[in-house]
């Protein structure tokens, strides 16, 4: 029979996502609404190992499903890796008699919630990064927001551009993922992006920007994951090298396309919470719920073709490293020859549209 809940935990960690506090306001609700008490906890697991919790009404979750950042706050507790900081946490939950942890984050959040499930305290995650890295998920809390934040911005840029025909290069997050330039860079009509899926000519990049400044165009945009941190840079440089020295040697000072580099980083991570992703925290939130109280554990939920469900953390991490290529020996052990080729398809069709998506910004990006 499933254990008795009376009292949950809610907690928020690794970098904060637009649409955790509306993922927060939709465990508490939720969880009220099945007799259940929620205590939030105070800056992710830190919090836990110093013993820093509130406890959750409906009233203190009202008013915030369109605040972005996190009111439970945030951060990466290095001392949760330790054991001793895991006893401290496991020790603080017994404490105040908590016996199920929803934690909203990114994989190094899943991590935790394995660790705190492997000691016997049932643990849900939820997806909340701006990155959608969760490779087992087709959409992350946070992404649709920071996707949105750049276009706005990437727009402003345009303007000016246009207004002086020049180029800008734009470095946004995603840590190892491409899926917020791939989509801003269709989104914005950019030249050009660089993504750590797909491979990057430089010269061809280069070679377009002057063929399209000879055909009359203005402006022109390129996005740049931060996975390539000192990429953005060196291009902006190249650009302006050598449309300079082209415009000299043909004595036509309009080939010069001046080009100038800006890093997003933090700004997109900020911002009013999209509709899709106050839906998704919201519908998410809800669900982790369900699936605590139905008695599950070392799950994230995830959201494929529209619909949410669950998955063992340990198959979803694999999932991840089979995307990224860094599966180390000896992962796969634990799973059967079954799981291991349902895996292996999933990723090859994972690929094959991102590699679509590609291909098409590719085609019509002039
Ligand atoms: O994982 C979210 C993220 O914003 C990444 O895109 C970025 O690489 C990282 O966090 C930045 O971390 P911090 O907020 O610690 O600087």
Redesign the pocket.
Known sequence: MAQKFRKIGVLTS????PGMNAAVRAVTRAALARGVEVMGIIGGYRGLIHDELIPLTSGDVSNKIQLSGTFLYSD?CLEFKEEAGMQKAIATLKKHEIDGVIAIG?DGTFRGATDLSARGIPTIGIPG???N?ITASDNTIGFNT?MQSVIENVDRLRDTCESHARCNVVEV???GAGD?TINTAIATGAVDCVIPECPFDEDACVEKIIRLRRAGKRSFLIIVS?AFPELGEALVKRINNTTKELAEKEGNDRLWVESKFCRF??LV?GGTPTLSDRLLATKMGVYAVDELLAGKSDLIVIEQNGELASMNIAYSQVLDRMYKGTLKEGMLDKFTAEQIADMEAFIKAKKETFAKTYAMFEEITG
Not at 14 to 17: K, R
């Open positions: 690794g970098g904060d996502a990466r990114g990064t701006i990155d890295d920071a997050m995603g840590r917020i931060e980083a933090h991570r």
